[in-house]
């Protein structure tokens, strides 16, 4: 089993910056990447950013390249999204997820709130 606990959400105006974290416990290493979705209310979950873990060859969606970095601590099993240059269309719940290999994602974080206010 893989554990995932998301931390760092919170308040901040645009323009600002925060932090997110997601700790991995558990067989992680035998998952292939963890990626970061968010979901606003009443849209779709999207994707956001992902990084493997062997390589740490990451990707980002299209609306935060430039401005989200995501990035790991192999030695904290922790991977952070920093997200800088926030806008309000960033507010949503954001959820770090695992999978056994590209594309599959049989293990979920609980979701921390980024909300940013205009």
């Not at 990626?35 to 990084?51: D, L, N, S, Y």
Request: charged fraction near 15%.
């Amino acid at each position: 089993q893989v554990q995932l606990v998301e931390s760092g959400g919170g308040l901040v105006q645009a323009g600002g910056a925060l932090r997110l974290s997601c700790a991995a416990s558990g067989r992680f290493l035998s998952t292939y990447a963890i990626t970061w979705f968010r979901q606003a209310p009443g849209k779709e979950r999207e994707f956001v950013a992902v990084i493997t873990w062997s390589g740490g060859r990451t990707n980002y969606a299209d609306s935060v390249k430039g401005r989200f970095t995501i990035s790991k601590d192999n030695a904290e099993n922790t991977v952070y999204l920093q997200m800088n240059s926030l806008k309000p269309e960033d507010t949503a719940v954001y959820y770090c997820a695992s999978g056994l290999a590209h594309g599959r994602y049989e293990y979920w974080g609980q979701g921390t709130q980024v909300t940013v206010s205009s």
